[in-house]
């Protein structure tokens, strides 16, 4: 795995994560018990900070950064598709980060919130607690379901479950 220090800055990642070969963890990043993190995912902690709770999955070619001084925060179980870009921003427990989407400087999305995939998060919104926001920019246009928890829950058990597998089942062939 590519994991650097850079400067006086250095990752600390829990021993029971993954972090794929192909991922970079550079600088001031703090990953919790159980992440995912896939291939080609950029997680930069040079200029500010990167902190992410337990048991959350930031998929392939993803990448999250902090402006100079501050902190980009994802909380624990939260699911970030493949290739969105997460600035800057914060991130409640239980959120999900549909594909491709963009969460801007300043942004926080709430608890069991969803964002849709190809969303943009403007800079400074706040997108509440158990709503589903989609567009670009972003607007909440309903609540998370009960079901919709259900089905994301499983979800984010697959990819605590795909962790454990890939840190012992995962080899390169050639």
Same mark, same amino acid.
């Given at each position: 795995?590519?994991?650097?220090?850079?400067?006086?800055?250095?990752?600390?990642?829990?021993?029971?994560?993954?972090?794929?070969?192909?991922?970079?963890?550079?600088?001031?990043?703090?990953?919790?018990?159980?992440?995912?993190?896939?291939? /080609?995912?950029? =997680?930069?902690?040079?200029?500010?900070? #990167?902190?992410?709770?337990?048991?959350?999955? @930031?998929?392939?070619?993803?990448?999250?950064?902090?402006?100079?001084?501050?902190?980009?925060?994802?909380?624990?179980? =939260?699911?970030?598709?493949?290739?969105?870009?997460?600035?800057?921003?914060?991130?409640?427990?239980?959120? =999900?980060?549909?594909?491709?989407?963009?969460?801007?400087?300043?942004?926080? @999305?709430?608890?069991?919130? #969803? #964002?849709?995939?190809?969303?943009?998060?403007?800079?400074?919104?706040?997108?509440?607690?158990?709503?589903?926001? =989609?567009?670009?920019?972003?607007?909440?246009?309903?609540?998370?379901?009960?079901?919709?928890?259900?089905?994301? /829950?499983?979800?984010?058990?697959?990819?605590?479950?795909?962790?454990?597998?890939?840190?012992?089942?995962?080899?390169?062939?050639?």
């Amino acid at each position: 795995m590519a994991i650097y220090r850079f400067e006086d800055r250095v990752p600390r990642i829990d021993n029971s994560s993954y972090i794929h070969e192909l991922a970079a963890i550079i600088g001031d990043v703090t990953v919790g018990k159980s992440c995912f993190v896939g291939a /080609g995912a950029v =997680v930069r902690g040079d200029y500010g900070s #990167i902190k992410i709770g337990d048991r959350t999955s @930031i998929q392939e070619n993803s990448v999250i950064h902090a402006r100079e001084g501050e902190t980009c925060e994802l909380g624990s179980d =939260v699911q970030v598709g493949h290739g969105s870009v997460l600035h800057n921003c914060t991130v409640e427990d239980y959120a =999900v980060i549909g594909l491709g989407s963009r969460i801007c400087d300043y942004a926080k @999305i709430g608890l069991w919130t #969803i #964002i849709g995939e190809g969303a943009t998060v403007s800079s400074s919104s706040v997108i509440p607690d158990g709503k589903v926001a =989609v567009g670009v920019p972003a607007k909440v246009i309903r609540d998370v379901t009960d079901e919709e928890k259900k089905l994301w /829950g499983h979800y984010k058990e697959k990819y605590a479950e795909l962790c454990r597998r890939y840190r012992t089942g995962l080899g390169r062939i050639e």
